[in-house]
């Protein structure tokens, strides 16, 4: 089963963009995952085409039309894959997310552009809408490449090392530990020794704490969401790497 990748926009020359480019664009080329980007104003209204209108209520700018976007959703036909919306208003991008949607058979991504559009083809459609960051961007394009560019370095073939996806941020529900390579000593500036030892349990036992701290000091709320996890799995007894610390008397 190959992933499919369906892109509804308004402009369509964006991709596949930087995702015809190192690893996604060489897998893009093997055929291991496949991009349509569909025109939405294709399905315009009138001799302009037209896409969007007034809002309701009054307010600045333009709403992309419910009918517009529902003829052009029709036209990719998603066939059980997932159908996103990007937009700023939407639950926050997670590699959870990524690795389910990585596993699947594809997605089909809406970009927004304009102020937005018609809530109703959002509901009617069963969109789930995904924001890429706490900032608002000039459309959906963006976090749809970004979108794709995780799901598809995710694909079997597509990064080198088998590794790589597991030792990386969130892979875990930690930030990565940070890396180092030669020159061993550069600008005054050594290698932690712990990773010249060549001792593989301290090099792991210094990589772990590394993370730990990245993750706390960085993303607290990660660090909580960790703890939690953590606990529930030891609850249920599970095996797992975080030992939480002993509780002083």
Known sequence: MMFAATVLTLFPEMFPGPLGLSLAGRALAEAKWSLD??????????????????PFGGGAGMVMRPDVLDAAIEAARPAGRPLLCLTPRGEPLRQAMVREWAAGPGLVLLCGRYEGMDQRVIE???MREISLCDAVLSGGELAALAVLDACVRLLP?????????????????LLEYPQYTRP?????RAVPAELLSGHHAAIEKWRRAQAEQATKTRRPELWTEFLQNAESGLAQGSQLAYTPPKKRN
């Open 157 to 173: 073939g597509v990064m080198g090392g088998a590794d790589s996806a597991v030792e990386e941020s969130f892979s875990a529900g």
């Open 184 to 188: 061993a000593d550069w600008n005054g």
């Open 124 to 126: 009617a459609r069963g």
């Open 37 to 54: 980007a569909v025109n939405i104003r294709d399905h315009g209204l009138g001799r302009h085409r037209q896409v969007d209108d007034t």
